[in-house]
């Protein structure tokens, strides 16, 4: 992997490290495997190989920080033999990649309840978080288990609880304090997020995060994505004008 400071042109013509968080909605795995009369499982296996490629030339295109949306807190409706395959790709995934990608200095954070994973899955997340805890480089934030209203819950009861053991007054709370709390705290909030397969929702990812967020929709099933469609996007996101709600002309607001 590169290093995460590709020199980016700004309008002082000074060359200034661009440091992007991508968040990844992977879609299509299914579809890819439909396609192919093929199990839906075997497009999420295809589906880790696409991540290794993404997580692998991410450096390459200015992004520091990428989060990748792999099971939602609705996910658990699938058929339990997709569920489990699922599991057993992220168990698979950083048993066999961990240790590179922590020489790599790559911090890995896994976002999402822990609460209903099963004891080794957990023990996966924790020893991945561990191994890892000390990297800054480059950030794979991995949701799992994940739902933004569950995560939003979450920050909430907490800020509850602290504010019946009068740790917290209500008018301390602010915007700052409330992302704090959410598990995307550490990380700056997306600034491109990206879904791939066509599809044009959300679906309960990084709701309160990508208040500012751009958007790009790739027509592209999630296991066939690769280094040249991620640079896409990312120089889809350039052309970009961002204004944080201020106005075309007047000064931006920085919204973090
Ligand atoms: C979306 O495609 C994909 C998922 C819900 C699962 C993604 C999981 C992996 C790629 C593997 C495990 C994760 C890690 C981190 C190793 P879909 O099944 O919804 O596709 P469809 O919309 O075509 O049915």
Same mark, same amino acid.
């Given at each position: 992997?590169?290093?995460?400071?590709? !020199?980016?042109?700004?309008?002082?013509?000074?060359?200034?490290?661009?440091?992007?968080?991508?968040?990844?909605?992977?879609?299509?795995?299914?579809?890819?495997?439909?396609?192919?009369?093929? !199990?839906?499982?075997?497009?999420?296996?295809?589906?880790?190989?696409?991540?290794?490629?993404?997580?692998?030339? +991410?450096?390459?295109?200015?992004?520091?920080?990428?989060?990748?949306?792999?099971?939602?807190?609705?996910?658990?409706?699938?058929?339990?033999?997709?569920?489990? =395959?699922?599991?057993?790709?992220?168990?698979?995934?950083?048993?066999?990649?961990?240790?590179?990608?922590?020489? #790599?200095?790559?911090?890995?954070?896994?976002?999402?309840?822990?609460?209903?994973?099963?004891?080794?899955?957990?023990?996966?997340?924790?020893?991945?978080?561990?191994?890892?805890?000390?990297?800054?480089?480059?950030?794979?934030?991995?949701?799992?288990?994940?739902?933004?209203?569950?995560?939003?819950?979450?920050?909430?009861?907490?800020?509850?609880?602290?504010?019946?053991?009068?740790?917290?007054?209500?008018?301390?709370?602010?915007?700052? =304090?409330?992302?704090?709390?959410? #598990?995307?705290?550490?990380?700056?909030? !997306?600034?491109?997020?990206?879904?791939?397969?066509? =599809?044009?929702?959300?679906?309960?990812?990084?709701?309160?995060?990508?208040?500012? #967020?751009?958007?790009?929709?790739?027509?592209?099933?999630? !296991?066939?994505?690769?280094?040249?469609?991620?640079? +896409?996007?990312?120089?889809?996101?350039?052309?970009?004008?961002?204004?944080?709600?201020?106005? =075309?002309?007047?000064?931006?607001?920085?919204?973090?």
């Amino acid at each position: 992997m590169s290093v995460a400071e590709t !020199p980016h042109k700004t309008s002082n013509d000074r060359a200034e490290p661009v440091q992007l968080h991508v968040a990844i909605v992977m879609d299509g795995n299914g579809r890819w495997a439909k396609r192919r009369g093929l !199990p839906r499982t075997f497009g999420h296996t295809k589906g880790v190989e696409a991540i290794r490629r993404t997580v692998e030339s +991410a450096p390459d295109f200015g992004i520091r920080w990428l989060t990748l949306y792999a099971f939602s807190t609705e996910n658990w409706r699938r058929p339990a033999g997709e569920v489990s =395959e699922v599991m057993r790709l992220m168990k698979s995934y950083v048993d066999s990649d961990l240790e590179q990608l922590a020489q #790599s200095g790559v911090k890995v954070k896994i976002l999402g309840r822990r609460i209903g994973l099963t004891p080794d899955i957990a023990e996966i997340v924790a020893r991945a978080e561990a191994r890892t805890a000390q990297n800054d480089r480059f950030w794979l934030q991995v949701a799992f288990n994940y739902g933004a209203q569950a995560d939003i819950v979450d920050a909430a009861r907490g800020l509850m609880v602290a504010a019946v053991r009068g740790e917290l007054a209500p008018e301390q709370l602010s915007e700052t =304090e409330f992302a704090a709390r959410l #598990s995307t705290g550490g990380a700056p909030p !997306p600034d491109l997020v990206i879904r791939t397969s066509g =599809e044009q929702r959300l679906s309960n990812f990084l709701l309160w995060e990508s208040a500012y #967020s751009e958007f790009v929709f790739q027509d592209v099933l999630w !296991p066939d994505y690769g280094a040249k469609h991620l640079k +896409a996007a990312v120089d889809e996101f350039h052309t970009r004008e961002r204004r944080f709600g201020g106005s =075309e002309t007047g000064d931006i607001l920085a919204a973090g």
